[in-house]
């Protein structure tokens, strides 16, 4: 009795209050384990994990937004009341008016047939307001989240908006009902560094206009810790460590929090010989825009423009630049998957003047991994048969074969059992091993890697760090790592090229970069990293 | 059997419905192929004089069974039972006719109706109507499923090849593709048919011609989805040849969605058969089929038992083929 008593007491001040919140599957899965905290009006929050954490599902619960078939056990209290005991109407005006929710990807969030206006505008709507008065707050709001000349806006669809405005419509939307508690799930995992600084200024500076309480959820401890005062690490499920931030940060207890505050990779392994492979001369990549019924050509957009920069054997160059700066165009142009202007010299060979049949036999020279460790792998291929698809075009015997799979999958670091497994078996890690193997397992000089590690958590992408590290040791392998972590640039690389809009910014040595860059932009880059 | 395809089967089997129908059509299937056993006009096994004879399998003269003519023995002459049975004996079929024996022993005009004999009545020229239906389904189901493999193999691979290139290759199959769907496809076989003299053989080739484009659409689909994935681009970077990549890598990971349009596709093809056939534009007029059985029908209003077992036997494996090719669509569904 006594407890409850104390608990309506502090409900005036607090504006939610989790209580003893468990999720199970039907399966008897736990997703949550008993997750506690409060949270009062101008408090800012942050819960961080790494995927599958149990992040994302805890705030859907907060939102009563969980699928129907997961156990609930606990309380969550939002004002006074405990939302998991309301009716779904009660709910609905809870939604929208007390608490609303930011996601992480803008681009499938916002309705694509709907314009700007009716986005942010719907809830009002649906709450009464005549036509004139919406379009007066929508404009409000609009320029309380940082757009400039609403008016424009208002009749977009979301496809015509740059990714930091969608995110920025996005926040207009959950704010229009002026809710008390804003949840933000990895809002800004879908942008670059720099724009990652705005939205969580902007964020903060609305959070005290309104007096908010909000919630960060965040995968990467290092973006939330300017901007939360209190702390919540979950793994697995359970909060292994709760508190105030900075304690959390000057004071880590457990190994794993120690893990994800950790953003040294150490430094790039030093270069023994200064051997040139690769000279890459005034490549550009465009790509034709066709219009007509003739498909005929009536411009071009460049993804790359007139880049030149050469690669020792055994060293490394980070490619750095936010998204649409042509990255992955050059990786793709580099490996000859798209057509592109311009000489690249491996070897002695240029491979933009190869016909066909010997660029296939040139091709063992030179590989890529690509990002997404769940797509670049066939669904209906064995580990086994995926490594040994590049050996088929030299006859080799069957033992030979083995042997190879044998040596290569020893270099990854993955047990020969894996040849049996079937990608949809292994973890994110060991998917992106696989990849690294089937490249390796034809012997290239030069790896391309289009940010390798951008979809795995902390930890594995260390682990994967490292064996780049070690494989570029043994085998005086070249990389081309394309990224747009800047901490894993500095350990990894001996020289970076900073791209922005086609063009290089900067192109200089790693320690160079770091300790004095050239350029406005390199220098915000940097700011917005560390 | 991979993982995935075990969950597909299960999925599959917990569709009722479409489970069933696939057990009740592969016995049709397997009754029709066996046609030859379940209805004949020729004796099983005959044992004559301590030997025995397969008259379904091999004609033997009469003269064998102590007759006098030296062509091929008919069992349905009483001399020639009287013979057999007098020294051994004879297993018949369950009827007693083939698609093509009239029943001379009728003692009501033709078409007759239902009795004990001629479990669905005789046709206007005194055949069996069981018996012609179990020989018609055989025709037109072993026609239908030929169709509808060789149709899926072009359909497949042209599917394969737009999607994989792009570009112009694909444009200019788009087009001639549209042209090609927009031909009355019934009226042109009709009359290319009429060009020809009516023979299975020229019947497939020309419904093959004009029916192939069916998985065109959805495999290119697919093929432009996974020529932009990540894998593929993996495949190209190793120097792995077009041919590989497009039946070994993207195929596969391609083809389950066209899989289970086959069911729809099979009764397209036997509905166009039928009534090509009703039209008097498909095979060869004595050969048993369903859409004669029909004709029949509307040309003998007065003897129903004509139009209503067309009818339903028809009705009856057109509904089948739907059910499985539901139950095959829900298996195959990558959402789940």
Request: proline share 4%; net charge neutral.
């Amino acid at each position: 009795m006594h407890l409850t008593q104390e608990n309506n007491s502090s409900l005036i001040s607090t504006l939610l209050k989790v209580e003893n919140l468990s999720i199970q599957t039907q399966g008897q899965k736990i997703l949550l384990d008993d997750l506690n905290f409060e949270l009062s009006a101008g408090e800012t929050l942050a819960l961080v994990g790494e995927s599958g954490s149990g992040k994302s599902i805890s705030c859907l619960a907060m939102m009563g937004l969980l699928p129907e078939n997961l156990k609930l056990k606990g309380q969550i209290f939002v004002g006074p009341k405990n939302i998991l005991e309301m009716d779904e109407k009660a709910q609905s005006v809870v939604r929208g008016q007390q608490i609303a929710m930011i996601f992480q990807e803008p681009a499938t969030a916002l309705n694509p047939l709907h314009r700007v206006e009716k986005i942010v505008g719907e809830s009002l709507l649906l709450c009464g307001f005549s036509k004139l008065e919406v379009r007066q707050q929508v404009i409000t709001l609009l320029t309380d989240v940082g757009i400039s000349e609403p008016e424009k806006i208002l009749k977009r669809y979301p496809h015509e908006l740059s990714g930091g405005q969608r995110q920025r419509v996005m926040i207009a939307m959950a704010l229009a009902l002026r809710p008390k508690i804003l949840i933000a799930d990895e809002p800004t995992t879908a942008l670059d560094v720099i724009l990652q600084i705005q939205i969580l200024e902007l964020l903060k500076s609305l959070q005290a206009k309104y007096g908010m309480a909000l919630i960060l959820i965040s995968h990467d401890l290092n973006v939330v810790h300017q901007y939360a005062d209190e702390l919540v690490v979950l793994q697995k499920g359970r909060a292994v460590e709760q508190g105030e931030l900075k304690q959390i940060f000057s004071h880590p207890k457990t190994a794993y929090t120690k893990q994800l505050l950790e953003h040294e990779f150490g430094n790039a392994v030093p270069l023994e010989i200064e051997k040139n492979i690769l000279f890459v001369h005034q490549l550009s990549v465009k790509f034709p825009i066709r219009k007509g019924i003739l498909n005929r050509v009536q411009g071009y957009i460049t993804a790359i423009e007139n880049l030149s920069f050469e690669l020792a054997q055994g060293e490394s160059l980070g490619i750095v630049g936010e998204s649409g700066a042509g990255k992955s165009s050059l990786a793709l142009a580099l490996v000859r998957l798209i057509q592109s202007e311009g000489q690249i010299i491996l070897l002695g060979q240029d491979l933009n003047q190869l016909p066909s049949k010997v660029l296939r036999a040139a091709r063992s020279n030179f590989q890529i991994v690509f990002q997404d460790p769940f797509g670049s792998l066939n669904p209906r291929m064995t580990v086994g048969q995926i490594i040994t698809e590049g050996l088929k075009i030299n006859a080799l015997t069957d033992v030979q074969i083995q042997e190879c799979l044998k040596s290569v999958l020893d270099k990854v670091e993955l047990n020969i059992d894996f040849q049996h497994r079937y990608p949809h078996e292994l973890s994110g890690g060991q998917r992106q091993r696989v990849a690294l193997a089937r490249a390796l397992v034809v012997e290239p000089k030069l790896l391309i890697l289009d940010e390798p590690t951008s979809a795995l958590d902390r930890t594995t992408q260390k682990a994967i760090i490292q064996l780049l590290k070690h494989l570029q040791q043994t085998e005086q392998l070249s990389y081309i790592f394309i990224s747009h972590d800047l901490n894993i640039v500095k350990s990894l690389c001996h020289k970076v090229i900073v791209l922005r809009h086609a063009k290089v910014v900067e192109y200089q040595k790693t320690e160079l970069l770091f300790s004095d860059p050239k350029h406005e932009y390199t220098r915000q880059l940097i700011t917005a990293s560390f | 059997m991979s993982l995935i395809t075990r969950s597909r089967l299960q999925r599959f089997r917990q569709h009722k419905l479409g489970f069933a129908s696939f057990i009740l059509f592969s016995l049709i299937l397997v009754l029709s192929l066996t046609a030859e056993l379940i209805a004949n006009d020729k004796p099983l096994l005959v044992k004559y004089e301590d030997s025995y004879y397969l008259p379904v399998v091999k004609a033997y003269p009469e003269t064998t069974f102590g007759g006098v003519f030296e062509t091929e023995t008919d069992y349905k002459d009483p001399a020639v039972q009287e013979l057999i049975n007098a020294k051994g004996w004879a297993i018949w079929p369950l009827i007693r006719f083939s698609y093509q024996t009239p029943n001379l022993d009728l003692a009501v005009p033709v078409p007759s109706p239902p009795s004990k004999q001629n479990w669905l009545g005789t046709d206007d020229q005194g055949r069996d109507v069981f018996a012609r239906i179990l020989y018609g389904l055989r025709v037109s189901l072993l026609f239908g499923l030929t169709l509808t493999f060789c149709s899926a193999l072009l359909g497949i691979t042209v599917g394969a090849i737009q999607g994989y290139y792009g570009g112009w290759i694909d444009l200019l199959g788009q087009r001639l593709i549209e042209v090609w769907n927009g031909l009355p496809m019934l009226f042109m076989v009709m009359i290319l048919v009429s060009m020809f003299v009516p023979n299975v053989y020229w019947l497939f080739f020309i419904m093959l011609f004009f029916g192939w484009t069916f998985l065109v659409g959805m495999v290119r689909a697919e093929f432009l989805k996974a020529r932009q994935l990540d894998y593929v681009r993996a495949a190209q970077a190793l120097g792995v040849t077009d041919r590989v990549i497009i039946f070994k890598h993207i195929l596969p990971n391609a083809i389950s969605s066209s899989l289970s349009q086959l069911p729809f596709i099979l009764t397209t093809n036997i509905s166009a058969l039928t009534a090509l056939d009703f039209l008097g534009y498909g095979l060869p007029p004595d050969a048993a089929s369903l859409g004669e059985l029909l004709l029949q029908g509307k040309n003998n209003l007065d003897a129903p038992w004509l139009a209503l077992s067309g009818f339903f036997s028809l009705a009856i494996v057109l509904s089948l083929l739907i059910y499985i090719g539901e139950a095959a669509r829900d298996a195959f569904d990558p959402r789940k």
